[in-house]
C-alpha cells in the first residue's frame, strides 16, 4: 500500500506528521515549534487566502483548531493558547496555503507576550522561507515529527 501524502503548499507532507483529519482539514506537527506543541492546521484544500476559503473550509478549520488546542492546552500543562494566521506574503505568510499557528502558553514563557511571540513566529516562518528555497525543509528529523505526531494522535482516539 503507497503511502498517504498531504500538501500543504508546493511541499509533500508525510501522513506520518500528521495527526488528526476531518473531512476538510488535517493538522500536523511544525517542523520548527517556537513552543512545545506548536502546530498547524490547515484545509486539506490548497488555499492561498482565508478569502478565498468556502463556508465549510472555514467553519470545519476553526472547530478543528479548537478542538485541537483545548487538548494540546491540558496535554503540554499550559493555560492559554496562540491563534495565529499569517494570510498573504506581505503578512509574513511564507507556504502558500492557508494555516493556523495554535500554540500552548505558559506564564512567562515570553517576556513581551504578543510581540515577542509574534516575533519568534515571524523569525520562524522567515528562517523555514530561506530553508525551503535551499531545498532543506527538514528542520526537526521525520523521526521526532513522526514520534510527536504518534502522541497527539493518541489524544483524539
Same mark, same amino acid.
Given at each position: 500500500? !503507497?503511502?498517504?501524502?498531504?500538501?500543504?503548499?508546493?511541499?509533500?507532507?508525510?501522513?506520518?506528521?500528521?495527526?488528526?483529519?476531518?473531512?476538510?482539514?488535517?493538522?500536523?506537527?511544525?517542523?520548527?515549534?517556537?513552543?512545545?506543541?506548536?502546530?498547524?492546521?490547515?484545509?486539506?484544500?490548497?488555499?492561498?487566502?482565508?478569502?478565498?476559503?468556502?463556508?465549510?473550509?472555514?467553519?470545519?478549520?476553526?472547530?478543528? !483548531?479548537?478542538?485541537?488546542?483545548?487538548?494540546?492546552?491540558?496535554?503540554?500543562?499550559?493555560?492559554?493558547?496562540?491563534?495565529?494566521?499569517?494570510? #498573504?506574503?506581505? !503578512?509574513?505568510?511564507?507556504?502558500?496555503?492557508?494555516?493556523?499557528?495554535?500554540?500552548?502558553?505558559?506564564? #512567562?514563557?515570553?517576556?513581551?507576550?504578543?510581540?515577542?511571540?509574534?516575533?519568534?513566529?515571524?523569525?520562524?516562518?522567515?528562517?523555514?522561507?530561506?530553508?525551503?528555497?535551499?531545498?532543506?525543509?527538514?528542520?526537526?528529523?521525520? #523521526?521526532?515529527?513522526? !514520534?510527536?505526531?504518534?502522541?497527539?494522535?493518541?489524544?483524539?482516539?
Amino acid at each position: 500500500m !503507497a503511502a498517504q501524502y498531504y500538501h500543504f503548499g508546493r511541499h509533500q507532507i508525510s501522513e506520518s506528521e500528521v495527526f488528526y483529519t476531518t473531512q476538510l482539514s488535517f493538522a500536523l506537527v511544525n517542523n520548527r515549534p517556537v513552543r512545545p506543541g506548536h502546530v498547524l492546521v490547515c484545509p486539506k484544500r490548497e488555499v492561498k487566502r482565508v478569502a478565498d476559503l468556502t463556508a465549510d473550509e472555514t467553519c470545519d478549520l476553526w472547530i478543528t !483548531a479548537q478542538k485541537i488546542g483545548r487538548q494540546l492546552e491540558s496535554y503540554h500543562n499550559a493555560s492559554s493558547l496562540t491563534f495565529g494566521i499569517q494570510d #498573504g506574503p506581505e !503578512a509574513g505568510q511564507t507556504v502558500p496555503h492557508v494555516h493556523i499557528h495554535i500554540i500552548p502558553r505558559t506564564a #512567562g514563557d515570553f517576556e513581551n507576550n504578543d510581540d515577542d511571540i509574534n516575533d519568534e513566529i515571524d523569525l520562524k516562518e522567515k528562517q523555514l522561507k530561506r530553508r525551503l528555497d535551499e531545498e532543506e525543509r527538514q528542520i526537526r528529523s521525520l #523521526g521526532e515529527m513522526a !514520534a510527536e505526531a504518534d502522541e497527539y494522535r493518541k489524544l483524539f482516539q
